[in-house]
T-cell receptor
Framework: AQSVAQPEDQVNVAEGNPLTVKCTYS??????LFWYVQYPNRGLQFLLK??????LVKGSYGFEAEFNKSQTSFHLKKPSALVSDSALYFC?????????????FGSGTRLLVRP | NAGVTQTPKFQVLKTGQSMTLQCAQD?????MSWYRQDPGMGLRLIHY???????DQGEVPNGYNVSRSTTEDFPLRLLSAAPSQTSVYFC?????????????FGSGTQLSVL
């Protein structure tokens, strides 16, 4: 069965420091991988995706993610965190052979950036 | 651009009541879906539609009905509300037939069933 794991409920980082939000997945074949961000009382917003090609994917707001097939990971990173990055982050995977186009979401990681 | 619009934003129901959550999108997306978000569980797919007149079940369809009479609208009906349906509901849409496409989400409906 397909699954996504986000092992950290919360990540705390000081403003200006690099941040990493971890994600591992379990899916057969070559998955499509996504990161979404949710600000309080808002819907999810797309950050970036990995489909194929370069393992380092750049997205919105200075975020990037590194796809590692051997470790089945897709960690979200940012070189210098901002207080405004504080939000709930979701990793998601989609099986390209699934006709429902269903996204399988992780449980989410809350990022807290302190001034 | 309105994007994906959900109404209402908040709703309180009593057990056994029925209601409809509305979702409309103005991007001419063929694919629309409903997810529920529960603490510590991420989002789970309830129902989806790949075009007008076509709907199908997701992971957690029990207790919910959907219909898709137009491309723009995809309402979610709770037939007889139960406390287990207390959740935040999100409608999302994207282009059909392109599995690498991102989903556009509405701002959500927070539902409490007493």
């Amino acid at each position: 069965a397909q699954s996504v794991a986000q092992p950290e409920d919360q990540v705390n980082v000081a403003e200006g420091n690099p941040l990493t939000v971890k994600c591992t997945y379990s899916v057969s074949g070559n998955p499509y991988l996504f990161w979404y961000v949710q600000y309080p009382n808002r819907g999810l917003q797309f950050l970036l995706k990995y489909i194929t090609g370069d393992n380092l994917v750049k997205g919105s707001y200075g975020f990037e993610a590194e796809f590692n097939k051997s470790q089945t990971s897709f960690h979200l990173k940012k070189p210098s965190a901002l207080v405004s990055d504080s939000a709930l982050y979701f990793c998601a995977v989609r099986d390209p052979m699934d006709s429902s186009y269903k996204l399988i979401f992780g449980s989410g990681t809350r990022l807290l950036v302190r001034p | 651009n309105a994007g994906v619009t959900q109404t209402p934003k908040f709703q309180v129901l009593k057990t056994g009541q029925s209601m409809t959550l509305q979702c409309a999108q103005d991007m001419n997306h063929e694919y629309m879906s409903w997810y529920r978000q529960d603490p510590g569980m991420g989002l789970r797919l309830i129902h989806y539609s790949v075009g007008a007149g076509i709907t199908d079940q997701g992971e957690v369809p029990n207790g919910y009905n959907v219909s898709r009479s137009t491309t723009e609208d995809f309402p979610l009906r709770l037939l007889s509300a139960a406390p287990s349906q207390t959740s935040v509901y999100f409608c999302a849409s994207s282009y059909r037939g392109v599995p690498n496409e991102k989903l556009f989400f509405g701002s959500g409906t927070q539902l409490s069933v007493l």
